[in-house]
T-cell receptor
Framework: GDSVTQMEGPVTLSEEAFLTINCTYT??????LFWYVQYPGEGLQLLLK?????DKGSNKGFEATYRKETTSFHLEKGSVQVSDSAVYFC?????????FGAGTTVTVRA | SQTIHQWPATLVQPVGSPLSLECTVE??????LYWYRQAAGRGLQLLFY??????ISSEVPQNLSASRPQDRQFILSSKKLLLSDSGFYLC??????????????FGEGSRLTVL
């Protein structure tokens, strides 16, 4: 079945550092790929998405490119802020079900 | 615009007690509805989904059940809670007829602690 594997944290960074969270997937067909973010005590919010190969999703300075050849959807941000501290989930959707990775906790220190 | 609400936000229950978590979506008709659980330090697991009133599909066997008595209402229940039922429960919805392509929209979550 479909599955998502993402880099497990926790990840601790200083403000203005570069952030990368690796995400790879296994799926049949051509799934849509997503990154969700969960701030402390809150539900999940969609951060960005890509629906086909080579699409780049971007939002709030974050980017991720749908790489079919490497089955990857790595999340990147060039300069993180303290407000980016959260749990980040990579997710895949091939049919009715949105399958999530385990989540990566990111802490940004001032 | 569409909104989704869950309640209660926080719940502490003894082992063996019943459970009822409620989720309501506003601003859309005939949404697909989902219940996910996030256990401590783990990812999200799909528990139930529903494509219409009275239609419930279960993803994993457990002592939880779900019901959809109205178009935009989704309820998660248990007759007798277990310690392992503790976690953060998230309700979500998406647009009917677009299964497989779009994102899910999540509620604020309900944190359940079973003691």
């Amino acid at each position: 079945g479909d599955s998502v594997t993402q880099m497990e944290g926790p990840v601790t960074l200083s403000e203005e550092a570069f952030l990368t969270i690796n995400c790879t997937y296994t799926a049949t067909g051509y799934p849509s790929l997503f990154w969700y973010v969960q701030y402390p005590g809150e539900g999940l919010q969609l951060l960005l998405k890509a629906t086909k190969a080579d699409d780049k999703g971007s939002n709030k300075g974050f980017e991720a490119t749908y790489r079919k050849e490497t089955t990857s959807f790595h999340l990147e941000k060039g300069s993180v802020q303290v407000s980016d501290s959260a749990v980040y989930f990579c997710a895949l959707r091939g049919d009715y079900k949105l399958s999530f990775g385990a989540g990566t906790t990111v802490t940004v220190r001032a | 615009s569409q909104t989704i609400h869950q309640w209660p936000a926080t719940l502490v229950q003894p082992v063996g007690s019943p459970l009822s978590l409620e989720c309501t979506v506003e601003g859309t008709s005939n949404p697909n509805l989902y219940w996910y659980r996030q256990a401590a330090g783990r990812g999200l697991q799909l528990l139930f989904y529903s494509v219409g009133i009275g239609q419930i599909s279960s993803e994993v066997p457990q002592n939880l059940s779900a019901s959809r008595p109205q178009d935009r209402q989704f309820i998660l229940s248990s007759k007798k809670l277990l310690l392992s039922d503790s976690g953060f429960y998230l309700c979500a919805w998406d647009v009917s007829g677009r299964i497989g392509t779009g994102e899910l929209f999540f509620g604020e979550g309900s944190r359940l602690t079973v003691l």
